[in-house]
DNA sequence: CGATTTTTTGAATCATATCAACGTACGTGG
DNA sequence: CCACGTACGTTGATATGATTCAAAAAATCG
């Protein structure tokens, strides 16, 4: 169980076998099964998630009630809510799990004593938030330069795997269009190659 | 020139006077006038720059042309490619100047030895760097969810001070639509009021 | 297997883009 | 200080991509 993560860790930052063990110690497992969530819009976000196995999503609802979601989490990814985490107010988002999933988590105040255990792990934290926010300046500039049909092909070449496992639903969601146009952006593919 | 910077390091951190001052040595002063580049596409973005006075952008131009702001900076803020800046590789971004502006650039080995010295930095661009993804999580959401007026009156709401000194073209072109539908979204938005 | 969820399809509609033209403001060099 | 050029903003007519509503077909779950 904890070993998808002591990879991802060692991917990272260079720590001893005995730094290995004590950090490990500060998570935590936790198993969500399909529609479980792990966060409820207006909650606080109190842990930030490993996904050791399965698949998560991050959604807001709008004042219609559409769901939009702003991410999805496979295995070897993080999910959480950094802004309710870090200010401790209610999160506008929702995560829940698209399948059973298994997870490790490290509750706020066990990743403060982490850092300030091994501080290697400042550095960790760090560039995983760098790549989230550059993710999400290219989907910014994707969103604003790009069709729907663009969004998609870029969308399937960069996260082939969560495109082949979750419902269609719910990458319309992503791309910001309706599961119909979707649909039929990928009619007009499949004849386009034929 | 560097009071500005001291005020928004002291509103995030603690620091010692003496600690201050050694800080700020890490920080240059930079002058540019309007049009001037920051960053061009395809060079490696070797510094990040606070804004002391004056206006940037940030943006990326996309194959048929077309620009595409993904950030403004005035006073107060911080602006740089932060991808480019972590892995040394071109950026696919460009920042110049929207009006005559002065700038504190810390390199980003002077970074490096700053957080050496000042660890207490670590926090700071972490909360920064927290902040910036805050920011680009909401702006993704309000692309997916919210059609061209409400996007506007959003930013006219989160950005007061930017709305009211960067020229129309720069709004549409951060907002995703084309000058001529900000014109009429404007014209129907007076239009009701009156 | 039946029940629900997901995907597909069609027709009408809507928001925004595009193309083209004109008006206005701005600042820069003569 | 004026005039000219360039950048910016507005407007109209038309085109287009995506949505909406409605319903049927297909896939998946319990």
Same mark, same amino acid.
């Given at each position: ?8 860790? +060692? ?14 110690? #500060?998570?935590?497992?936790? /198993? ?26 991050? #959604? ?25 985490? @870090? ?10 799990? @698209?399948?059973?999933?298994? @997870? ?11 850092? /300030? ?8 934290? %760090?560039?995983? @938030?760098?790549? %989230? ?18 969004? #998609? ?30 649909? /039929?952006? %990928? +009619? ?7």
């Amino acid at each position: 169980m904890f070993e998808p993560l002591r990879d991802h860790i +060692r991917k990272r930052i260079d720590l001893t076998e005995e730094e290995f063990v004590r950090s490990l110690e #500060y998570f935590h497992p936790r /198993r969500l099964k399909r529609h479980q969530f792990l966060l409820q819009e207006g909650d606080v976000c109190k842990h930030v998630a490993f996904v050791v196995s399965g698949c998560l999503r991050c #959604y807001s609802v709008d004042s219609e009630g559409e769901e939009h979601i702003v991410q999805f989490a496979i295995e070897d990814w993080w999910i959480s809510d950094p802004y309710s985490m @870090l200010t401790g107010e209610p999160s506008q988002y929702s995560i829940d799990a @698209l399948e059973d999933s298994e @997870l490790l988590l490290l509750e706020k105040d066990s990743e403060q004593r982490l850092l /300030r255990d091994i501080p290697k792990f400042e550095r960790m934290f %760090r560039l995983l @938030l760098e790549n %989230r926010f550059v993710a999400n300046q290219r989907r910014i500039t994707s969103v604003l330069s790009a069709s729907a049909e663009e969004r #998609y092909l870029n969308f399937l070449k960069m996260y082939p795997a969560i495109a082949s496992r979750v419902p269609q639903v719910h990458i319309a969601s992503y791309l910001g269009i309706t599961p119909q146009s979707l649909s /039929r952006i %990928r +009619r007009g593919m499949s004849e386009k190659k034929a």
